[in-house]
């Protein structure tokens, strides 16, 4: 995979649980170096189609291009996928540090283990990364100290330590009230900026969509319904507010 921002191409992904379709053949882009919104009812299969971009989930069907290189081709994992996958960042909805290590271990663990990062530069690192996010005189706290916006900043710094050229986001505001969320949302900004991430943003909220993202994709149905420049899909916002609070009635 090349360094910097990766294109990501989505091609045909299908998902069943059992005999029910979730995604029925995403096909879709997301422009390298900005962030898209995916956007769709609940239970429209957004976090699934993350989980699968991130390798945690399997596809029965599709490719998925990141940066040039495919990295499941067929429903399958191709032999480019190791390489790729430590280039992938994933933050959730809940936060999901380790209780039991401090910030700093938090962030050091991953780079150490599986990069090979020596400890002091990791720990180097750590302390840069924990300053971009605000959270530096956290470094030796314990996940238990801090607030929901400030775990989710440590979360958002843990998936930067491992230079992703791709973030994932699922629902990384939905338990913060709007000053936390908008923090956050600085954060990831200024980090998307400075690092021609390209970002994926599964979300519910239309104004964080208006203020942060570049693109949208609309995932309705098992496909992606629809998609484009942020503008041009929020023209009708009370239409797409409808649209994403509805239920999924799942692909017909
Ligand atoms: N491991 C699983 N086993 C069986 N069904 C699953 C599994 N994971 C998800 N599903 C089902 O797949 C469908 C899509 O789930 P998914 O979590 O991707 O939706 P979503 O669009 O992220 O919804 P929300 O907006 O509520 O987070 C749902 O009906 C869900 O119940
Ligand atoms: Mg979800």
């Known amino acids: 995979m090349n360094t910097g921002a ?9 998902k069943r649980y059992g005999d029910r379709p979730i995604l029925r ?3 879709a882009d997301l422009s390298a170096g900005e962030i898209t919104a995916l956007l769709g009812p609940s239970g429209s299969g957004k976090s699934t189609l993350l989980r699968i971009v991130a390798g945690l989930t399997d596809a029965d069907a599709g490719q998925v291009t990141i940066g040039g290189t495919t990295v499941l081709d067929d429903g399958e994992r ?15 909805q809940n936060y999901t540090l380790w209780p039991h ?3 700093r271990a938090n962030l050091t663990l991953a780079p150490r283990k599986r990069l090979g990062m020596p400890r002091d530069e990791a720990s180097g690192l750590a302390e840069t990364v924990l300053d971009q996010v605000g959270l530096r005189h956290h470094l030796l706290s314990s996940p238990s100290r801090l607030s929901g916006g400030e ?6 710094a843990r998936a930067i330590m491992m230079r992703p050229q791709l973030l994932l986001c699922d629902e990384i505001t939905s338990a913060l ?26 979300t519910h909220d239309l104004d ?7 693109q949208i994709i609309l ?6 319904a629809d998609s484009g420049p942020r503008d041009a899909m929020l023209s009708d916002s009370i239409a797409l507010s409808r649209f994403i609070h509805a239920e999924s009635c799942g692909p017909t």
Do not use: C, K, N
């Not at 996928?81 to 992938?88: D, E, K, L, N, T």
């Not at 775990?151 to 958002?156: D, G, K, L, Y």
């Not at 964080?208 to 570049?214: N, S, Y």
């Open 6 to 14: 990766a294109a990501v191409s989505l091609h045909g992904v299908t």
């Open 78 to 92: 191709t032999a480019e996928w190791p390489g790729a996958a430590s280039r992938i960042g994933m933050v959730f």
């Open 101 to 103: 290590l401090d910030v």
């Open 208 to 214: 964080f969509v208006a203020r942060a993202a570049d």
């Open 25 to 27: 053949g995403v096909t």
């Open 219 to 224: 995932i309705d149905g098992g496909v992606a």
């Open 177 to 202: 009230d709007r000053r936390a969320a908008g923090q956050l949302l600085d954060v990831l900004q200024g980090l998307q900026h400075d690092r021609r991430l390209t970002v994926a943003l599964v």
């Open 151 to 156: 775990r989710q900043r440590v979360a958002i």
